[in-house]
């Protein structure tokens, strides 16, 4: 086993995990000011270009490794938090537009 890779690999996973954090904080911010609309799949792109970036460096570092394995770690470490971030704006926004039409039903 190599420790030294293994090491390498996972400081990789955590640099990754923190871009998504980032990331998904940056598009939040994106998102609440108007700026985002219609951007979308720039923002996506951007993601995914970075990750495959970083996926190809690791397919250096363990190239007996298939690059599916690569890539699924790659994607899981910088992908799981926009994903939980866009789920987490979804159920917020979905709330804030029940209590509006509670409120309306409220007052007629």
Do not use: K
């Amino acid at each position: 086993m190599n420790w030294e890779r293994i090491g390498l690999s996972l400081l990789v996973g955590l640099v990754l995990a923190i871009f998504g954090i980032s990331y998904n904080r940056w598009v939040a911010a994106q998102e609440q000011s108007g700026r985002a609309e219609g951007y979308t799949s720039l923002y996506v792109a951007f993601g995914v270009f970075i990750t495959l970036l970083v996926q190809g460096g690791l397919q250096l570092v363990w190239p007996e490794v298939n690059a599916f394995w690569l890539g699924l770690f790659a994607f899981g470490c910088s992908g799981l938090p926009m994903i939980v971030g866009s789920i987490t704006r979804y159920a917020r926004l979905r709330e804030q537009v029940r209590a509006a039409r509670r409120e309306m039903d409220r007052h007629g």
